[in-house]
């Protein structure tokens, strides 16, 4: 298995940070995405999914007619922003940020208002119909916090999904992030994503304009 | 662009509409009430005798929808046992925080001021009269703040919505109000004289000429909100086309326009209907249909278009 210190992985820098407190994101290459879905799958595995739901998942969108056509991959997954619209509209503060940049639900605390599900500009979020609370990608919290990369990262074939430590200038992250051109989802919202796409195409990301 | 034409989402995940009808008629319930309590007020402190019956009937109103609406909302919740942490977990940032303490003491202060006009005290129910104007104000405009602080939606994040869920409770509120107050008159006809009869007809004449202001106000705040969204950024604009042309067309333009807007509005100013009970009486029903259909369009509609496919 991978881990945060991994030998034989791109992400073989440190994402426990000494100098800094750290703060986690995720770059998506999609030059390298072949759209195979393992990240939806040992994400539903991981973290118990039920059937109909879904915490990260890969849209995959079409265009052109033959022979001038393609497909084109948009893994979908919370962008842990850095000023999450779902914190700060949560009643009962059953939705939080961890120090990390980590945005996380208190499943014990939820009520299930589900207002932060109509506040969030991703639809990222939805109720578990079997524990009857909010939820949502949590970056895979319980495995960083041990050492281990999230499991979508750690399961993806090509290496598309890149996790570290975004105040960490040696970080994998951080590199690709200086080295390209970046795109997050729906920036007008001043919602700050922490996950970042290289190669997104605009149609993929929405389908409207 | 051609080339965009052939474009098409092959997967994605959708997701369910979070708040649903039970929502909708929450917030068409508390404007009710506050609508209505802000008439009885009024209707109070102007001290004119005339208006006294409409006061009592507002005050037993108020309290009596406000202890209805919340139940909505309780049971809209998925975990309704946990309702408790809406009052120990505090968030200052959330509209809902604050509603939570709204929709408890209003309802309070609406009873009590209802107990003082029932008492006929005259200084005590004024008092909580005018406490509760700004509460009842409070309780119309935070619902509008819930829906226009979830900004991933663009039919709600507007400034205007706080302001169009004032006005639509001042037109449904008179609306109410009036229908209630027809149906007393026609219950109790028998023992009154023609001259009394007289006077309470020119007492819903006056309520029905601020039904038809408050109409005007509200369908020029409707065509704002809808012009700004037609020549907005891309989603204002798919929303904008959803109400006027799409699936709530029938809703918003049929319902809550035409049917909830348009015809009050000619029957309650042309001279030859304007003064008949019963007519006034179906307006008002229209109007409350409108409004109800208001509410839906807005919360179930402005959640329609999905975010991530």
Known sequence: ??????????????????????????????????????????????????????????????????????????????????????????????????????VLIDY??????????????????????????????TFCAHRIDK???????????????????????????????????????KREMGTEPRVFYIGADLFAMKERF | MEIFEHSRTIYSVPHEIPLGVLIAVYFYLTVLSAG??????????????????????????????LMIAPLNLI??????????????????????????FLLTLYPLSAIIYAYFVFTGNKSLSRLFGIIGIPLAISVHGYTGFILALAKGRALWNTFLMPVLFLVSAMVSGIALV????????????????PEEMEKE???????????????????????????????????????????????????FLGVELFMGGVIPLILLTTPATKRNLGVQFAASLLVMAGIMAMRYVVVVGGQYIPLSM
């Open chain 1, 1 to 102: 298995m991978k881990n945060l210190e991994g030998e034989h992985n791109q992400n073989s820098d440190s994402v426990h940070s000494k100098e800094t407190k750290p703060c986690y994101g995720m770059v998506i290459d999609l030059r390298r995405c072949i759209g195979c879905h393992a990240c939806s799958v040992a994400c539903k595995a991981e973290n118990k999914v039920p059937l109909s739901v879904f915490r990260s998942w890969v849209k995959i969108t079409e265009r052109g007619a033959f022979p001038n056509a393609r497909r084109y991959f948009l893994p979908l997954l919370c962008n842990h922003c850095e000023h999450p619209i779902c914190v700060i509209n949560c009643p009962v503060k059953a939705s939080y940020k961890r120090d990390d940049g980590i």
């Open chain 1, 108 to 137: 014990d605390k939820c009520i299930g208002c589900k207002y932060c599900i109509a506040s969030c500009p991703y639809e990222i979020r939805f109720v578990n119909p079997e524990r009857r609370t909010v939820e949502k990608c």
């Open chain 1, 147 to 185: 050492g281990y990369l999230p499991s979508c990262v750690n399961a993806c074939p090509t290496t598309a999904r890149i996790f570290g430590d975004l105040n960490d200038p040696d970080s994998e992250v951080s590199k690709l992030l200086a080295n390209n051109p970046v795109q997050v989802l």
């Open chain 2, 36 to 65: 209505s309590f802000v008439i009885s007020v009024v209707a109070n402190l102007l001290g004119l005798t005339q208006y006294k019956p409409i006061a009592k009937i507002t005050a037993v109103l108020a309290p009596l929808l």
């Open chain 2, 75 to 100: 049971i809209d919740l998925e975990q309704k046992p946990r309702f408790w942490e809406l009052f120990v977990f505090l968030n200052p940032t959330s509209p809902i925080t604050w509603g939570s």
């Open chain 2, 178 to 193: 009036i229908i209630v107050y027809i149906g007393k008159l026609w219950w109790f006809s028998k023992g009154k004289s």
């Open chain 2, 201 to 251: 007809k020119g007492l819903v004449s006056n309520m029905c000429g601020i039904l038809v202001g408050s109409i005007v106000t509200d369908l020029f705040l409707i065509f704002c909100d809808v012009a700004v969204l037609m020549t907005s950024i891309s989603e204002a604009k798919e929303v904008a086309h959803l109400i006027t042309m799409g699936k709530f067309a029938p809703y």
